[in-house]
């Protein structure tokens, strides 16, 4: 069965520390990968996406992730959060116009 | 650049009512999904179209229905409500041809059920 799971379901940091949200999927055939945030209130945006090549991509807002074939992994990571980070974040699977199956998400709170 | 949008943006409706959302998607966009969104949940995927014809099919209730028009917008339909039907609904829409499958959201329908 098609899965996403993502371990950590809130996650606490100050202003500065760095960030590592992990994704592990379970999904037959070449997928695609994304990382949504949504912040408080607010819809859906895309943070970054993998479909081919390099495995490290680059997001926005400093954002970047590592595709690991081999662990079925989708990692987010940013070096120095800032307050304004404070969302929920979304791991999400899928292949060309087919729906996305999502994780359950990961609730940030950065302090200042 | 144009987005998808979702109208109404709030809802409130009594237990039993019926209510209607609608989505414009992108231009050239062919497929629609919508996606509910309960409190504190991740987006659960209902249903989508592609050129009008239904796609795929999730876990939408029977007191559900939706279409997508000549125009490519989509109209989610629910009746009975029930309290458990409060939340979130997204439209996203994409086109067929993207390799990426990347879906763009709209701003979401948030519909309570008194």
């Known amino acids: 069965a098609q899965s996403v799971s993502q371990h950590n379901h809130h996650v606490i940091l100050s202003e500065a520390a760095s960030l590592e949200l992990g994704c592990n999927y379970s999904y037959g055939g070449t997928v695609n990968l994304f990382w949504y945030v949504q912040y408080p209130g607010q819809h859906l945006q895309l943070l970054l996406k993998?479909?081919?090549?390099?495995?490290l991509v680059k997001g926005i807002k400093g954002f970047e992730a590592e595709f690991i074939k081999s662990k079925f992994s989708f990692n987010l990571r940013k070096p120095s959060v800032q307050w304004s980070d404070t969302a929920e974040y979304f791991c999400?699977?899928?292949?060309?116009?087919?729906?996305?199956?999502f994780g359950s998400g990961t609730r940030l709170l950065v302090r200042p | 650049a144009a987005g998808v949008i979702q109208s109404p943006r709030h809802l409130i409706k009594e237990k039993r009512e019926t209510a209607t959302l609608k989505c414009y998607p992108i231009?050239?966009?062919?497929?629609v999904y919508w996606y509910q969104q309960g409190p504190g949940q991740d987006p659960q995927f209902l249903i989508s179209?592609?050129?009008?014809?239904?796609?795929d099919k999730g876990s939408i209730p029977d007191r559900f229905s939706a279409q997508q028009f000549s125009d490519y917008h989509s109209e989610l339909n629910m009746s009975s409500l029930e309290l458990g039907d409060s939340a979130l609904y997204f439209c996203?829409?994409?086109?067929?041809?993207?390799?990426?499958?990347?879906?763009?959201f709209g701003e979401g329908s948030r519909l309570t059920v008194l």
């Open positions: 993998y479909f081919s090549g390099d495995p």
């Open positions: 179209f592609y050129e009008k014809m239904q796609s």
């Open positions: 996203a829409s994409s086109q067929l041809r993207m390799e990426t499958g990347e879906l763009f």
């Open positions: 999400a699977v899928g292949r060309s116009s087919y729906k996305l199956i």
């Open positions: 231009p050239r966009h062919d497929t």
